[in-house]
């Protein structure tokens, strides 16, 4: 459906002249119109979706068209790829919600206008439609560079302290989510924070370290982003979180005897700081506006632990460059069908499991999808046609949905029954899950249907809500309003026939009421009955004794309707909220599955396999890829590479790696992949591979890049420095460490030093199994006195006046890094090459490296050596 724009004729529009070309289509500039453009020039990539009839269309920004099969597809601005696609035919406008959160949560800002006028007509006067803003949806703040930052949530935590341990209690307002737990440092507090990046924390006074830190704009080792701008933190000296008064609070909420059903019975901190939240709650009244789903408590041990920095080098849910969705893992692997669907994947993507148990239940619904094609296909048909459960019952739990907003749930749990009958067929785990609905749900579904007219009006207290025969009275007072309509509609003709005034109209205003209309030739002909309501230019306006009575009837009768009618409605809406609960829990299987789905379908066209996971120290992936890399090259021009990883008594595999190659060889490329693969097993996915199988990891740190944190004034080489020392601090024998050129940022002799000290405390006092790539060839002797350690090179072929990138990690250090012939391939002018190379030659000369090289003797693993084991750069 492609846009043609049409030159502006309105002066208002001289004022857009910054804006889109597209806006020109509007005829007006309404402050809403206002509003978008400095949506659009805040927010590039906004969507802009027009509501038209009882469909919307999308009319396509920069990077949006509409396909063939009439999807809206999204494509990338800079490299014309496509980045995502949803379907788009023919969507009912109580679908709208659907598809625009769903865009939100895929990091889209969208603009949802309303057509305002007649197509027909304006099409017949050859102009283009007027269209009105009624919405605009952003997903989160922007960044300096005008790229959108990962949405803003709508989480509310409050944290409590006792020495070394915290309570912490989050909300999700918008689906009423009610959770609490505890951590045992101020890092795991902190890194839950980063992974909520709640909107609002309330922090008792008792806890100055994190005050501090949470301050807008503050960083620090455990908080080293901030959180969004708009986060902001109240002190709440008020709220002693006692947890006698937070246990009563729970248990009168909840209406329940005691705490043991939600599991925190034994977790004081973690009961004081849902007590806490709860009375903050109740104190600023937002309670009225949550619907708060039961309190639920979840162990943060449970899971692996990515911090910050992981979770940023790994690119899981945005890039590091951009700070955008489109490159994250996360893009990789989205392909669920609803918006549940894709809050559940960024939470099982940002908390990996520990569990061998729970990882194989999700393996095995994975693999049943996969070998399945057609229940796959059947499940996620049906996915797409169900709307935000969550969401839609949190509003009806909150006395906040709208009538469409029931028609949608409705519709919703219509669909239920028939998803729960073809997962019928599936045997694993999450499919038998989605077996159980309750048949509540479809009597709410039924109920709603019955009770609401197919395509209710956008205001609840105007009328139209409710269909016929459900309340005899509505139907008795319709029964009434519609014979004086009708006695209105008879009017016009009975009075032209008594005045002998053939122009005379009748007519209604909000002001005025009812009014018989004469134009001012003709008021001479005016019966005496008729009294004066309102004189205009050229008429004058009356009304009669009769005509008034009717009015008040009328009126009366149309307000007493409409509450009737509203009062009905509440009444569905509320019996809906009773049972949140219920649908709540069926939605939390429908996300799982939808989440389940889309990592099938990914498994299928990407040729993931599933790996196996143990409780050893092994890590082996045959012929692994790196998911976005390999996604975002042509069909085989990824290069496979394996890894082996985590020496065990009977197996001869190295803890350590280090990693050597010529610059933009594969080296960073590598070991994220070995980080992707290990986080997407243990989320529950299939992974890029031939195949794997892989011990349980505790933790995944990564050290990747030297970057100068302006902001705090930390040089390259401290921020390099301050992670390390996290991760020497944290890393036990279970984790995956992942360090990409560790002492680059200060003078080759310092930074090699610490480089190899670093990576033999890694190898000898942690064991972690580590990849450690770097620039330092020195760093291969190492292999040569431990037995941990290997040494591996991603390959290149040299040709006469060129390097042949073959990314192929093969074992062996490399010899050579190419340095100089990376900058004479750059353009660096021949002289500078030549002396270069002088310059080389006469360091290699005068410098010779002795680190561990004398005779040493095996010893415990280690070797040991004669002398002295690191002389560096000794004469
Ligand atoms: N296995 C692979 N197959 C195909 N292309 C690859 C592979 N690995 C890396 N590449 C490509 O090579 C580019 C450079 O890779 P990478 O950044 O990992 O190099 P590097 O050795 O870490 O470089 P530097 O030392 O300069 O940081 C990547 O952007 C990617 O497009």
Request: hydrophobic share 40%.
């Amino acid at each position: 459906m492609p846009y043609t724009a049409s030159t502006p004729t309105d002066p208002n529009q001289a004022n857009i002249r910054n804006a889109d070309h597209r806006l020109l289509e509007f005829t007006k500039l309404t402050p809403m119109m206002q509003r978008y453009v400095e949506v659009k020039e805040q927010y590039p990539h906004a969507l802009l979706l027009f509501r038209v009839g009882d469909f919307f269309e999308c009319f396509f920004q920069d990077a949006v068209t509409i396909s063939r099969e009439l999807e809206l597809v999204c494509t990338s601005k800079e490299s014309g790829k496509e980045i995502g696609r949803v379907p788009m035919t023919g969507v009912p406008h109580h679908a709208l919600d659907r598809y625009t959160s769903m865009l939100v949560e895929k990091g889209y800002a969208v603009v949802v206008c309303d057509q305002v006028e007649d197509a027909s007509i304006a099409a017949k006067e050859g102009r283009q439609v007027k269209r009105e803003i009624t919405r605009i949806l952003t997903p989160g703040t922007l960044t300096d560079d005008g790229m959108l930052k990962p949405r803003q949530n709508n989480f509310l935590a409050a944290v409590v302290i006792a020495g070394e341990h915290w309570g912490l209690a989050y909300t999700d307002i918008s689906t009423g989510e009610f959770v609490t737990t505890q951590a045992d440092s101020l890092e795991q507090l902190t890194l839950e924070l980063l992974r909520l990046q709640p909107s609002e924390v309330l922090v008792p006074t008792n806890a100055p370290d994190l005050v501090t830190m949470l301050r807008p704009g503050e960083k620090s080792e455990h908080l080293p982003e901030c959180l969004p701008n708009s986060f902001c933190y109240s002190l709440r000296s008020q709220i002693p979180f006692s947890l006698s008064e937070a246990k009563q609070r729970i248990l009168q909420k909840f209406k329940v005897r005691s705490l043991e059903g939600m599991g925190c019975a034994h977790l004081s901190l973690a009961v004081r700081a849902a007590g806490g939240l709860l009375q903050y709650l109740e104190e600023t009244q937002k309670e009225k506006a949550v619907s708060l789903q039961r309190l639920h408590t979840y162990t943060l041990t449970d899971f692996l632990i990515l911090d910050y920095q992981t979770r940023r080098n790994l690119e899981i849910t945005q890039t590091v460059r951009d700070g955008v969705f489109h490159g994250s893992l996360l893009w990789a692997i989205d392909k669920t069908s609803t918006a549940m669907g894709g809050r559940a994947l960024r939470r099982w993507v940002l908390q990996p499991l520990l569990s061998i148990k729970g990882i194989g239940a999700r393996h095995d619904t994975i693999q049943e999808l996969v070998e399945n094609n057609a229940l796959r296909q059947d499940l996620q048909q049906l996915l797409r046609q169900i709307y935000d459960i969550e969401r839609l019952t949190g509003r009806a739990g909150s006395g906040t949905a709208s009538a469409r907003d029931l028609v949608a749930l409705a519709d919703s749990l219509g669909k239920l029954p028939a998803l729960a009958s073809i997962a019928a067929q599936g045997i694993s785990p999450y499919l038998k899950a989605l077996q159980n609905v309750p048949p509540i749900l479809e009597e709410l579904s039924t109920k709603i249907h019955a009770h609401l007219v197919d395509e209710p009006p956008i205001h609840l207290k105007e009328g139209g809500l409710i269909r016929s025969g459900i309340n005899p009275m509505l139907d008795e007072m319709r029964h009434t309003a519609s014979a004086d309509q009708e006695w209105i509609a008879n009017l016009e003709a009975t009075e032209r026939k008594r005045t002998g005034i053939s122009n005379l109209k009748v007519g209604y205003n909000k002001a005025f009421g009812y009014y018989i209309s004469i134009t001012k030739s003709k008021v001479d002909q005016v019966p005496r009955d008729y009294t004066r309501k309102q004189t205009l230019t050229n008429e004058e306006r009356y009304s009669t004794e009769e005509l008034k009575e009717r009015e008040v009837r009328i009126l009366t009768a149309r307000e007493d309707l409409n509450q009737l009618e509203y009062d009905i409605f509440a009444q569905v809406r509320s019996e809906v909220g009773e049972h949140a609960e219920i649908i709540r829990n069926v939605s939390r299987a429908v996300a799982a599955a939808d989440v389940l789905c889309g990592l099938a379908e990914v498994a299928v066209y990407q040729n993931y396999c599933r790996p196996t996971m143990t409780e050893s120290r092994e890590i082996k992936i045959i012929e692994g890829c790196h998911p976005v890399v390999e996604k975002s090259l042509p069909p085989g021009f990824f290069v496979p590479n394996s890894a082996f990883l985590g020496r065990e008594e009977s197996l001869n595999r190295p803890d350590l790696i280090i990693l050597t190659g010529p610059n933009a060889s594969g080296k960073s490329c590598y070991l994220r992949q070995v980080g992707l693969i290990q986080l997407m097993a243990q989320m529950g996915s299939f992974v890029p591979a031939k195949a794997a199988s892989l011990g349980i990891c505790d933790r995944i740190f990564t050290r990747v890049g030297a970057v100068d944190d302006l902001a705090t004034g930390q040089s390259t080489f401290m921020v390099e420095m301050n992670e390390t020392a996290n991760i020497l601090n944290h890393a036990t024998p279970q984790s995956l460490v992942l360090l990409d050129e560790i002492g680059r940022g200060t003078a080759t002799f310092d930074g090699l030093s610490i480089a190899w000290s670093v990576a033999e405390y890694l190898a000898t006092e942690i064991r972690a199994r580590t990849i450690f790539a770097t620039h330092y060839h020195e760093l291969n002797e190492l292999a040569s006195i431990l037995d941990n350690v290997a040494n591996y090179q991603v390959t290149v072929k040299e040709l006469p006046d060129q390097i042949v990138f073959l990314h192929q990690v093969q074992p062996g250090g490399a010899d050579k890094s190419y340095g100089i012939e990376a900058g004479r391939l750059a353009g660096l002018p021949p002289s500078v090459i030549d002396r270069a190379r002088q310059v080389m030659k006469q360091i290699e000369k005068h410098s010779k490296i002795a680190i561990g090289l004398r005779k040493g003797v095996k010893k415990n693993g280690k070797k040991e050596c004669e002398g002295e084991q690191l002389d560096i750069f000794e004469d």
